[in-house]
């Protein structure tokens, strides 16, 4: 009985300890003065017809080039980064047709998350903060 009993108390740490083993999340800095390349997808969200399509983010020292499988959909200029959010400065202007409408490369605050190879970013579109783009890139080698 005595025996079965210490195998009960041993199993019921056991399982105490494993239950209070989470993941933990690492999130990283993202350094937008080094070199980096990431490839990946986003997806919109809140809006009436969502979208979704492949991306490229390349950024280095401080600068950044993205595009987007959408047409007219490339920006590039500054980045700027203060704790989870990046700024995207657009400095790539061009008249865009009406008739593709928006191209979803980055652009603006955005909030973002980075583990050190997937670089999770989202976007809100408008002041209401119900509709967004979602991108999950990761680091290309």
């Keep these: 009985m005595n025996q079965t009993r210490l195998i009960a108390s041993v199993t019921m740490i056991c399982l105490l300890m494993l239950s209070g083993c ?8 993202l350094n937008v003065n080094e070199n980096w390349s990431f490839s ?7 809006l009436e017809d969502n979208t979704s399509g492949t991306i490229t983010l390349t950024i280095a020292k401080g600068h950044y080039e993205c595009s987007t499988n959408l047409p007219y959909s490339r920006r590039e200029g500054t980045l700027e980064t203060s704790g989870l959010t990046l700024t995207f400065i657009n ?8 008739l593709y409408g928006p191209g979803y490369a980055l652009d603006g605050e955005c909030q973002y998350e980075f583990d050190g ?12 903060y119900e509709s967004g783009v979602d991108y999950v890139l ?3 080698y």
């Design 22 to 29: 989470e993941k933990e999340k690492l999130t990283k800095d």
């Design 117 to 128: 190879e997937h670089l999770k970013i989202q976007r809100k579109l408008h002041t209401d």
């Design 40 to 46: 990946g997808t986003f997806e919109t969200w809140g």
């Design 91 to 98: 400095e790539l202007f061009f008249p865009v047709p009406a």
């Design 138 to 140: 990761t680091l290309s």
